[in-house]
């Protein structure tokens, strides 16, 4: 039997390319391997922004066009949304009883989350029970499958290490093996950067959208931080400085253009708006695919909505048998 992997992406609006690279690309590979279950973790987006849900509906919904967009497969993978599955909230509270506090506080995802929210909200701001319950929800959306494996990125293995430490302390407390302890599943890309060379996020304003146009995309990458030392078109260049452009061509170029992008560079026999126009036409002809079935999908709304339906129940036939085995194992009425 082919092994169970399930991930899960908070609703933050229109997803960018990091997201893209960074995890669905694995997804979209993974799910011809394993039997996959993605959803949305809308739950968790209330954590930081249960005062601000008036776009929740709509975020959730664009995620979820996005990963059919890049080419989640709904006929192989099982997508839908945590909210629907009410199982999980039920395991997050047996979950919740065996985790010992200390195990939330040292997360150092939740750490930097708490540090952000400090900043943004100033230094008063409380940090809600839910949000210090964070990485026992996660634990739950995970044990809900009772997951083999976690498809992330490397921001999230933290959180996977509680995931396996709960499971662990679950099965001892209850005399049993029932839950397997799912191991951190990380692609090989490594991070995108953003258009100024930090990291590519959607508060950073630095950041290309699955959902942009064409035309988007190259005034975008146009704006991309280069070789800072090089003023004229006839300077050497140096692609290994080079902040942002070259890191994309390495990422979008074959290896026959990245050769010939180092070398014409370093011989100053390529300017960097040159370089930027033709990489911006390479970065449009690669997602060219993903942006039309974007467009299709954003005018076949209630067949996205379809296929959350189909996967909510499915996600819901096995967390209703896993919830089951808990309710006996924990020894409910
Ligand atoms: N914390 C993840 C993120 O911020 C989202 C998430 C929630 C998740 N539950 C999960 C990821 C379970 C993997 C498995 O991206």
Request: glycine fraction near 6%; proline fraction near 3%.
């Amino acid at each position: 039997m082919s092994q169970l992997i399930v991930s899960g992406m908070r609703p933050t609006g229109k997803l960018h390319l990091g997201h893209y690279l960074g995890v669905i690309q694995n997804w979209v590979e993974l799910q011809h391997k394993y039997d996959s279950y993605f959803f949305v973790a809308d739950w968790h987006a209330l954590t930081t922004k249960y005062d601000k849900t008036e776009d929740l509906k709509n975020d959730v919904l664009n995620v979820v066009i996005d990963w059919l967009a890049s080419g989640l497969d709904p006929e192989i993978s099982t997508i839908y949304v945590q909210s629907h599955v009410p199982e999980i909230a039920e395991l997050n509270i047996y979950l919740g009883m065996v985790t010992p506090q200390n195990w939330v506080e040292r997360d150092p995802t939740l750490k930097d989350m708490a540090k952000i929210l400090r900043t943004k909200e100033g230094q008063n701001s409380q940090i809600s029970y839910g949000l210090m319950g964070y990485p026992v929800l996660m634990s739950a959306d995970i044990m809900m499958m009772n997951a083999d494996a976690v498809p992330v990125g490397i921001d999230q293995v933290a959180h996977i290490e509680i995931t396996r430490d709960i499971a662990r302390r679950f099965n001892n407390i209850y005399n049993t093996d029932f839950f397997k302890e799912p191991k951190a599943l990380l692609n090989n890309c490594s991070l995108i950067c953003g258009l100024d060379g930090n990291k590519m996020g959607k508060s950073f304003h630095n950041d290309i959208k699955i959902s942009d146009t064409a035309e988007e995309t190259a005034k975008k990458v146009m704006t991309a931080i280069t070789d800072r030392s090089r003023m004229r078109k006839t300077d050497l260049g140096h692609p290994d400085e080079c902040e942002v452009a070259f890191k994309y061509w390495q990422v979008f170029g074959s290896d026959e253009q990245i050769t010939r992008v180092r070398c014409e560079c370093e011989k100053g026999e390529r300017g960097c708006a040159d370089c930027k126009r033709q990489l911006a036409s390479e970065m449009n002809e690669k997602l060219a695919e993903i942006r039309e079935r974007r467009v299709y999908y954003e005018s076949h709304l209630d067949e996205v909505k379809d296929i959350i339906s189909e996967g909510d129940k499915k996600a819901r036939v096995r967390a209703g048998e896993v919830i089951s085995k808990v309710r006996e194992l924990v020894r409910m009425y």
